[in-house]
């Protein structure tokens, strides 16, 4: 098994959106059919494996893509994918990892929030015998997976940072951004690192760093940053949950569209409000491709073919000159 880093060229992997699955509720299961779990494939068989699936968050478009391409690669082999919703909680996540082996599933998919933190649920499956793939945030102990995906966090908070500068120059006036984070899930740091790398090379000033994860928490954390720092003429949020929050709170104080919103998800809310002009822009992850690559290392894993380990899929910034071309 080959373990380094590959990108996979969007022009090379063109794959259409299916429609959305249902786990909206903690701990909810979807299932393609009912049936238990086998040890052999249904290609050339007659018995299915079962793919087991946690999602972060199975109310986000994000998740919801995520899930019908796991479901879309596992239907190539006519085999089963079970759905369970982790509600974006690191417990939720473990319980529903833990329940799966207990339901003797064949494989199991983590849609991740820490890189740390499902560890040791992880090694339960391990234990007997079921392999993992980790996705959207990297694990920490690459030994306990069969392979990792994710996109190019960096590289989409990078690319926020710079139009943020160039929408500064063009307006004449200083950056002076507040940054919402979330401490300890990777592809949230990973984006965080990339805009304040691009605010460095910019000039552009950081004026505050908080935790505001969630619709909730980055409207509570924004109100009291812009209460700190009226000044503020850039918002960026790790993720477009996080960029509806911050939304919320610079319209409820009259700050939008002065203040820049940026998010990272290319959520369709967030889209509609890049062209309305009230949001500045977002970053576009292929979280379909994520859902069927992350499925794909289990059949290359089966086969004993050699794969890329850690799969690092690209991302298409979004602001009011392309994101027609995304509604």
């Known amino acids: 098994m080959k373990k380094h880093i590959t990108i996979i060229m969007a022009a090379l992997m063109v794959l259409a959106f299916a429609a959305c699955s249902d786990s909206n509720a903690p701990g909810n299961v979807t299932s393609d059919a009912p049936g238990s779990a086998s040890s052999e494939s249904n290609d050339g068989g007659n018995s299915k494996r079962v793919i087991g699936l946690v999602l972060l968050n199975g109310a986000i478009e994000h998740c919801q893509h995520f899930d019908s391409g796991v479901r879309s690669a596992a239907a190539e082999h006519g085999d089963e994918v079970i759905t369970l919703d982790g509600a974006y909680s690191i417990e939720t996540i473990n319980q529903c990892i833990e329940d799966l082996v207990a339901r003797e599933v064949d494989a199991i998919i983590v849609d991740a929030l820490d890189k ?12 007997a015998g079921i392999p993992v793939v980790q996705s959207d945030n990297i694990c920490a102990d690459e030994s306990v997976v069969i392979g990792m995906t994710a996109s190019d966090n960096y590289d989409a908070g990078y690319q926020c940072g710079v139009d943020a500068a160039n929408k500064m120059k063009a307006r004449g006036e200083q950056g002076k951004a507040i940054c919402l984070e979330n401490p300890g899930a990777p592809a949230p740091e990973a984006r965080l690192e990339g805009f304040l790398k691009a605010c460095e090379d910019f000039d552009i000033t950081v004026l505050s760093v908080q935790p505001g ?13 812009i209460q700190a720092y009226p000044e503020a003429n850039i918002c960026f949020a790790i993720d477009d949950p996080a960029a509806m929050g911050a939304y919320s709170a610079l319209k409820t104080a009259g700050m939008v569209p002065n203040c820049l919103i940026y998010g990272v998800d290319g959520n369709m809310e967030n889209k509609e409000l890049i062209a309305s002009g009230e949001i500045a822009g977002t970053v576009q992850q292929d979280p379909f491709l ?18 890329e380990f850690n799969v690092v899929l690209p991302i298409t910034f979004i602001n009011s000159d392309n994101v027609e071309d995304f509604m």
């Open 116 to 127: 740390e933190a499902h560890i040791s649920s992880i090694k339960i499956a391990n234990a």
């Open 290 to 307: 994520m859902g069927s690559v992350s499925c794909k290392f289990f059949y290359s894993y089966w086969a004993d073919e050699d794969y």
């Open 213 to 225: 994860a969630g619709v909730e928490n980055a409207a509570a954390t924004t109100e009291n940053l």
